[in-house]
């Protein structure tokens, strides 16, 4: 692993589960302090207690400035200020477009995107502060769309086209990586409410044999792990029997 890692500190939203603890495994073992965000309190503390080392729990919600305000205090606090920011939480709650989605159509935008935007409005000062780097999870949805994923489509569209935007307004000083992961096991698929939604996301995952959630955090590290002349900054990576 890379030495470019060691001794940075990496902050992870959605850090409960699926990419988000994987990729804290991954860094925490190349060196990085990690400070682990997310909701559920109990999931993030446990992955603390079992990292251990630099590594602190911080409970906080992507669509909540203020309890992000404080995690950005602690993780400048307790570990020196983020050097790696990965903006990872999301939902995929895939559904006909319609009026009885309006509250998963609102919720995966505050969360997708606008909860990507604002963790990183506050965490912004801390990465410029000695060049940091920032990596957005989007996802091949964010290059293809498809009945029933509407909104999941637009908030990734959406999330791509921001982060360009971005890297060339932050670059030198903070390199913007986009990962757009295709089928990844996780825990996306059980959150679906619309049945058959949910049946045929599960189907397609089987059939391309989805990829791991440490496959795209070995990505994540590569990424970060690179020397500052470098920057990979769009990775697109699908299960090798994913057509789209």
Do not use: C
Not at 72 to 89: Q, S, T
């Amino acid at each position: 692993m890379s030495d470019e890692i060691s001794g940075r500190t990496a902050v992870i939203t959605g850090a409960s589960s699926g990419i988000g603890e994987a990729t804290a495994h991954t860094l925490a073992a190349a060196g990085a302090r990690v400070a682990l965000l997310a909701r559920r309190s109990d999931r993030i503390e446990a992955l603390a207690r079992e990292l251990g080392g630099d590594t602190i729990a911080v409970t906080a919600d992507v669509t909540d400035r203020a309890s992000l305000e404080q995690a950005a205090a602690r993780v400048h606090d307790e570990l020196g200020g983020a050097d790696i920011l990965i903006n990872n939480a999301g939902q995929m709650l895939l559904s006909p477009f319609g009026p009885d989605y309006a509250q998963e159509t609102r919720r995966m935008v505050e969360i997708n995107l606008l909860g990507a935007m604002t963790t990183t409005e506050v965490f912004l000062d801390q990465l410029r502060d000695g060049g940091g780097d920032l990596v957005n999870i989007s996802s091949v949805a964010g290059r293809t769309a498809g009945k029933g994923s509407s909104v999941y489509n637009a908030t990734k569209w959406g999330l791509n086209g921001w982060s360009e935007a971005l890297r060339q307004e932050l670059l030198p000083d903070v390199r913007v990586i986009v990962v757009e992961p295709g089928a990844v096991d996780t825990e996306l698929t059980d959150h679906i409410t619309h049945p058959r939604s949910q049946e045929g996301a599960r189907a397609m995952y089987e059939k391309v044999e989805a990829l791991t959630s440490q496959d795209i955090a070995d990505v994540i590290a590569f990424a970060v792990g690179r020397p500052r002349r470098v920057a990979i900054n769009e990775v697109l990576i699908r299960p090798s029997k994913q057509p789209l």
